[in-house]
């Protein structure tokens, strides 16, 4: 007969889960770092508590028994919940230590957020720097307290709070041709130059995808892809093409005239730069930092 299940059945929990998701016992153990036999008998004890048979074993491998696919669900719901009890525990004992995990993507962590933290007062930021996609999932795993990204994101869950304004650029080399120009460069020009761009998953890029989707239009195959904002500016720089990136972290090539900034004609880059957290978070500490670090001046 089955009994109740404890703490102790989530390791086993987790290798069935993986077991099945793999199709494979031996590939499950790897994940979990333990030898075959191990695994092997701990989803055989896993079986006797819950008084089911979860798997099918086979040469090939394993597959769940109708009764082991019902359950799996339910595992995967119980071992996401068990992650989030984990993350909520590690936050409030981060809240009682004074310190606040942050998630940032590069544009705010390089160029916005460094002088605003200087200003929060008194308070230890624990400061992750990633794309915008992987921000939201750090927020979401709740393994930090706080994000800021930019560009468009999936809410669902979170909380949102515009703490500033940006706007995109188009950028080139001194000598580069669209730096001659005695009009906006046309927007058709653009999307259909193979520019230097952020990765896929990057607000700027989404940024700039979804700004020409809107107009109609898709853009041309990256010339080349970066994952820093600097590495970025030193291409472009170099003379190897033009590339979008936000004016807050172009402010010093600008005013040096190191690169030059292309009007586009009729074509807005303006976003939006926002603090996400999960919804129902409500621990003063962090909401108390995200209104220092938000200017005063937005509505």
């Keep these: 007969m089955g009994s109740r299940l404890g703490l102790a059945d989530l390791v086993p929990l987790g290798l069935f889960v993986d077991a099945v998701t793999t199709g494979s016992i031996s590939a499950a153990a790897r994940t979990h770092q ?12 896993l079986e006797r508590r819950v008084g089911v048979e979860l798997l ?34 590690e936050a409030l004992r981060a809240g009682a230590q004074g310190r606040i995990r942050v998630a940032a993507s590069y544009t705010n962590a390089e160029y916005v957020l460094p002088a605003r933290i200087a200003a929060a007062g008194d308070v230890t930021v624990s400061l992750t720097v990633a794309n915008s996609d992987e921000v939201t999932a750090l927020v979401r795993s709740g393994a930090v307290d706080v994000g800021f990204v930019e560009g468009p994101i999936p809410t669902a869950g979170l909380t949102t709070r515009l703490f500033d304004r940006d706007e995109l650029v188009v950028l080139v080399a001194p000598d580069h041709p ?21 990765e896929a998953e990057s607000g700027t890029r ?13 853009i041309a195959e990256p010339f080349g892809v970066m994952t820093s904002t600097e590495a970025l500016k030193a291409a472009v720089r170099a003379g190897l093409g033009a590339t979008i990136l936000s004016r807050l972290a172009v402010r010093e090539e600008l005013a040096a ?22 919804a129902g978070s409500r621990d003063r500490a962090v909401t108390a930092f995200v209104q220092a670090v938000s200017r005063k001046n937005i509505s």
């Design 257 to 278: 005239g190191t690169l030059v900034l292309v009007p586009v004609n009729g074509f807005s880059l303006a976003r939006e730069l926002r603090a996400i957290r999960l």
């Design 34 to 45: 333990i030898t075959q036999p191990s695994a092997s008998e701990a989803l055989r004890r």
């Design 206 to 218: 989404r940024t700039y995808e979804a700004a020409a989707a809107a107009a109609g239009h898709l």
């Design 178 to 198: 669209w730096a001659r120009l005695d009009a906006p460069l046309p927007l058709e020009t653009l999307v259909g130059t193979r520019l230097l761009l952020r």
């Design 56 to 89: 099918i074993r086979t040469p090939r491998g394993c597959r769940p028994t109708a009764e082991g696919a019902r359950l799996a669900d339910l595992a995967r719901d119980l071992l996401a919940a068990a992650d989030r009890f984990a993350g909520e525990a």
